[in-house]
Structures are given as structure tokens and as C-alpha cells.
């Protein structure tokens, strides 16, 4: 099989090499025997402080780490539970709070927690951190801040070997069909799933499910059941070797005593077990397969007794580690960093596909796509947005709203639709020109004052935003009446999460340019504002965004106002509804639909077709 032929090639074309130390100091890389393998370890006899140490060699600690994989630092002065938070942080991106536990901890610093809080005289089996999950730590750290009188060592076993270890037809069957954990929490026999999720809310816990696609079910008494299938093997994403990464052995009720296992059968039954583990088709593991696991990971554990102020780093992925019985008392501490999220074969070829397909989408509109300049299209368009308003029911059917387009080269001058005509009336002939002291500079009609103050404020205020749209439209202006934000019901409402403001003062038309300014400072350069008992200003780079924006603000109106009917309404969480409105919120996307919604104007207003310019046609 290739994937064993490409791990043994790993392990036989492994070679020392020589990695530089600073010359000033004591330290020596040295390699300490185990009886079963040899580990990398800095050392020195002197006591030097393992932080100052590390800045001064942090190029050579990242070298060993990177060629060995797991480095023990011994004989240092690691000072206290901070000094050693601190020593993480240099060598790594990210540290991680230690979270969906499987096993009790106790934070001790920022970061750093206790070793798993374990019966003394109890084996923790071998294991990966978090390997019963799709996000784990890349790198973790132990520090021996006491040793135990008696035991108490930190086997680790090379993931690799226990991966070239298994049969082939085991291998096969686990990358196949995956692993599913199963939990069952409210039993008193596990930590509570308020401890494991973070949350006292259902609600929340949900959320968090739905996103790890963690299939759920509540029971009586505030019980819970999960399942998560997830990886057997993975594959290193810098070396690329294969590496055995699971659980399966350690979860399944096998792993526990045979009177321990009869206890936990006849006080729960065996399906609702505090935890248990299954191919992720849901059929059994076979026993053997679980012994023969275990027997693997004995070939190819190796340990070493730990002394005070001990510090080993480990490359998650390709060691895992576990913890021995030990008498008296002992204090190892952890820290992880570098979170990975992991995305099986199948899923990284959809997402492939997925950006190939909207690729391909995006390309044939913007080959499609007008970038002209020339003034007899973006006039067309504008007087086009017009008419968008009217067919939409944004336009109120009278002579209020405007919508300005900044000219061109011409940054202090904008087109806008003169005053008294209704939408349906707007041609790109009768648009005039306003500079941005509200004169006429091209057109034969009147500026609307209020629009001018407006307009001029935010054009002015925002060198990007080149077109504005305003409207007293109905949905909107009933909504404004509220003085609150829209919420993210659906994907259109999402458009808005985070992206817009209220404008709580309303002293009638706006008509003087203190108050306009007022207005746009207000704005905070987001995309839209709601003006409290007055209707809705949306901002764009180009006539197409900032139309469409005022589109998508009166169906978030409607439905948001229809909401309000009902007290059980389910809210998009944050982080879906700023990666939504980061999708479907962009130029691109908005001209698309601006383009369509154009074609329906030239349908229902044939005459206003017959103005389009020979470019468009």
C-alpha cells in the first residue's frame, strides 16, 4: 500500500544533522536514550534562564523542533507557571485555551493548565491532544514543575510508527469509514457538557454543533447525546508523512477495566455510555482491531523520568504522549499552540471545486462587465436606478429621494435628478450637474436643497463612496420609526450585520450643512444608515452597489418588521453572518443583480430602452 511505503521512507530517510547553537552559553544539543529511541534534548548545567535563553536561540530551537519533532529542554530555570507561558509564546503563532475537554484541567496561568487531573494510580492511554475532534493543537508543551516520588513519566509514541505499525487491512477500513465519538452527558459520570461546550445556553451549544457538524439530541433532565465522525489518519502538512491520529482506542468502553466496564453497562446501558467510540458508518470496532492499536502504540512508546523545571515540546501530530501511575504528588503543566483545522480529502476537492465553479461564475461577468468611464453609460445607469426604485416600491410615487452619481475626473461634482420630477421621468438628459457648493453647473432644473446637503456631506466626507442613494421607502421608513439595528435573519439581512448605523436626531428635511455633516460623520463609513423617522442612506464605489444595498435595506425591513410578530425567532450567529455578508456583499455580486433588475426596467419601460446607449446594446 502506498500510504505504509511512503511512511516507512519517512522513518529510514531520517539523518541527524548538525543544528548551531549560540557559543556563549553552556547548552549542547545532545540526544538522551530511552531504551526504545533516542530524544533531542538542549541541556546545560548552569541554570540559565530558559526564556532569555530561547530569545537569543529561537532560529536553533525551531531548527531541532522542525528535524526532530519532540525536544526536551532540561536543566534550565524556568521560574514559574508565567515564565513558562512565556517561553510558548516565543516559539509559537498562537496559543490555545484548552478547549471542548475531554478529561478535568485547571488553568493555572493565561494559556497554561494543569496535566489531565487523573486517579494517580490510573494509566492515561496513548493519544494525540484533541484527535477526537477536527481542530487540535499543532504544537503542545509539558512542564515538570515537581516530578512524582514514584512513576509518573510522559510516555510518547512516534505517530508515524504506530501508523507503519497496523495492518493494512485495518488501515483501510479506519480511513474508509472514519471514527465517531459518541458522548452522553447528564449522567454524572463525565463533565457536564456546560463545562465541555462553555455555555450554560442551549441555544449556544447548538450553534457551536451545527458549525463542527456535531450531530446533537437533548434528553429528559437536560441529558445530551453527540456524535462526531472524524479522521482516522491524516497526512502531515509539511512533511507529508501519514500519521495514525485518533482515539478510537482510547474512548472506546474497552480502554476501561473489565469491572469498571460491567459498572458503567449496568448503571447506563450500553448506549448511553458517557462516552464510546465506532467506525463513522456507526457498525462496532472489533476488539481486535482495539488491541491491535494498543499493541502498536506499546511497540512504539519510548519514556523517560522527568526532573524539575523539565520542558519537552512536541509536534502534536507526530507524537502522541500519554501518562504513567505514579505515588505522591506531581505537578506537569501544558501549554498548546497553533490551531489546525482539519478538512478530510473529500471536502478539500468540494471546496476545490466550489472556488473553481465561482471562479469560473465570477470570470464571465466581469468579461461582461462595463468598467467604462464614459459619461452617457453611468448617466443611463442612474437615470436607470431611478426607475429601479419605481418597479421595486422604494419611490414612494412622488418627487422625494435622490440618488448621486460623483462625476468622473470631476471629484467635487456629482449628477443627481432634478427637483420635482418623479423617477419614472428621470432620462440621463434631464440628470444635472451639482458642484459641491450647490450650484448648477450643467441642466436646466432646480437641486433639491435637502438632497444637496446630504449628498454633498457624504461625497465629501468619503472620497470612495461615489454614489449615494436616499429614500423615504415604506418598509424603511416605518422600520426607522424603531431606532434599531437590522438582525440577521436571513442571507440579505446578513448583507447589513456589522455594516451599518443609526442616525437618532430627526429636526425635519435636512437643510442646513452643519447638520448634514453631523450626518455623515454619523455613518462611520459603513454602507448604509437608518435615518430615525425619515427612511435610509446607502453609499457604493458605483451606482450598481449602492442601489442594490437600498434594495436588499427594504426586504431586511419587511422581514425583520415581520419578525417582530413572533417571539421565536432563531438569529444568524456573528461569525455566519459576517462571513455571508463578506460573499454576497461584494461589487461584483451587486452589479450582477443591478444588471438584472436593469433588463426588467428596459422591459417595463420601453420607451426609456430605446435611450440606451449604442455601448450597452
Avoid at 237 to 264: G, M, R, T
Avoid at 421 to 431: F, G, H, P, S
Avoid at 546 to 575: C, F, H, P, S, W
Avoid at 602 to 610: C, I, M, Q
Wanted: charged share 25%; proline share 4%.
Amino acid at each position: 500500500m502506498k500510504l505504509k511505503q511512503d511512511a516507512l521512507k519517512g522513518l529510514m530517510n531520517t539523518q541527524p544533522q548538525s543544528i548551531k547553537i549560540d557559543p556563549l552559553t553552556t547548552v549542547r544539543l545532545s540526544f538522551l536514550n530511552t531504551g526504545n529511541g533516542e530524544l533531542a534534548m538542549f541541556e546545560t548545567g548552569e541554570r540559565l534562564d530558559l526564556n532569555a535563553w530561547a530569545t537569543v536561540n529561537k532560529s536553533s530551537i525551531n531548527d531541532a523542533y522542525k528535524r526532530y519533532g519532540a525536544v526536551l529542554f532540561r536543566g534550565f530555570n524556568v521560574n514559574d507557571d508565567a515564565a513558562f507561558n512565556s517561553f510558548t509564546r516565543k516559539l509559537s503563532n498562537e496559543l490555545m485555551d484548552y478547549s471542548e475537554p475531554s478529561t478535568p484541567r485547571r488553568q493555572v496561568a493565561e494559556k497554561v493548565y494543569t496535566s489531565t487531573e487523573y486517579p494517580k494510580e490510573e494509566h492515561i492511554p496513548m493519544h494525540n491532544e484533541h484527535s477526537y475532534s477536527n481542530d487540535w493543537p499543532q504544537k503542545i508543551w509539558f512542564y515538570s514543575v515537581k516530578p512524582a516520588e514514584v512513576g509518573g513519566a510522559t510516555p510518547l509514541a512516534d505517530s508515524r510508527k504506530v501508523f507503519a505499525g497496523l495492518s493494512e487491512s485495518l488501515r483501510n477500513e479506519f480511513i474508509k469509514k472514519g471514527v465517531m465519538y459518541v458522548r452522553n452527558f447528564g449522567n454524572e459520570l463525565d463533565l457536564p457538557w456546560q463545562e465541555v461546550y462553555q455555555t450554560e445556553s442551549k441555544e449556544d451549544a447548538e450553534k457551536y454543533f451545527r458549525k463542527k457538524n456535531i450531530t446533537f439530541e437533548w434528553k429528559e433532565h437536560n441529558a445530551l447525546r453527540t456524535r462526531q465522525v472524524c479522521q482516522a489518519v491524516i497526512q502531515h502538512p509539511e512533511s507529508k508523512e501519514w500519521v495514525w491520529f485518533n482515539q478510537a482506542h482510547l474512548f472506546h468502553i474497552s480502554s476501561q477495566a473489565p469491572a469498571v466496564q460491567d459498572y458503567l453497562i449496568e448503571q447506563c446501558g450500553f448506549d448511553h455510555l458517557p462516552r464510546n467510540t465506532f467506525f463513522g458508518d456507526g457498525s462496532p470496532i472489533p476488539i481486535a482491531y482495539l488491541e491491535e492499536i494498543r499493541e502498536a502504540y506499546r511497540r512504539a512508546q519510548f519514556k523517560f523520568d522527568w526532573k524539575a523545571s523539565d520542558v519537552i515540546m512536541l509536534d502534536n501530530l507526530l507524537f502522541a504522549h500519554g501518562r504513567e501511575p505514579f505515588e505522591g504528588t506531581r505537578k506537569v503543566l501544558v501549554a498548546m499552540a497553533d490551531p489546525y483545522h482539519y478538512k478530510p480529502v473529500e471536502e478539500q476537492l468540494n471546496s476545490k471545486v466550489v472556488n473553481n465553479t465561482r471562479h469560473a461564475t465570477a470570470q464571465f461577468f466581469i468579461n461582461h462587465a462595463s468598467h467604462d468611464t464614459d459619461h452617457s453609460i453611468l448617466k443611463y445607469k442612474l437615470a436607470a436606478a431611478y426607475r429601479v426604485m419605481v418597479t421595486e416600491g422604494l419611490d414612494e410615487g412622488g418627487i422625494s429621494g435622490h440618488i448621486s452619481m460623483r462625476v468622473p475626473g470631476e471629484s467635487d461634482c456629482f449628477w443627481v435628478n432634478p427637483f420635482g420630477m418623479l423617477a419614472e421621468e428621470i432620462t440621463a438628459k434631464n440628470l444635472i450637474k451639482v458642484d459641491k457648493n450647490g450650484e448648477v453647473i450643467e441642466g436646466d432644473y432646480p437641486v433639491n436643497v435637502a438632497g444637496f446637503c446630504i449628498h454633498a456631506a457624504i461625497h465629501n466626507h468619503y472620497p470612495q463612496v461615489n454614489c449615494v442613494v436616499h429614500t423615504h421607502s415604506p418598509w424603511g421608513t416605518l422600520f426607522s420609526a424603531l431606532d434599531r439595528y437590522i438582525k440577521p435573519i436571513d442571507q440579505n439581512c446578513c448583507l447589513f450585520f456589522e455594516n451599518h448605523e443609526l442616525y437618532g436626531h430627526f429636526g425635519g428635511p435636512v437643510n442646513d450643512t452643519e447638520e448634514a455633516m453631523q450626518l455623515a460623520a454619523a455613518l462611520k463609513g459603513k454602507d448604509m444608515i437608518v435615518l430615525r423617522n425619515h427612511g435610509t442612506i446607502t453609499c457604493g464605489a458605483n451606482i450598481e452597489s449602492a442601489v442594490i444595498r437600498m434594495v436588499a435595506a427594504e426586504r431586511a425591513y419587511r422581514l425583520n418588521m415581520l419578525a417582530m410578530q413572533t417571539q421565536d425567532i432563531k438569529l444568524i450567529d456573528g461569525e455566519t453572518a459576517r462571513s455571508t455578508r463578506d460573499w454576497i456583499g461584494n461589487d461584483l455580486g451587486l452589479a450582477i443583480e443591478f444588471n438584472a433588475l436593469l433588463r426588467k426596467v428596459e422591459r417595463v419601460y420601453t420607451d426609456f430602452s430605446l435611450l440606451k446607449p449604442e455601448q450597452l446594446k
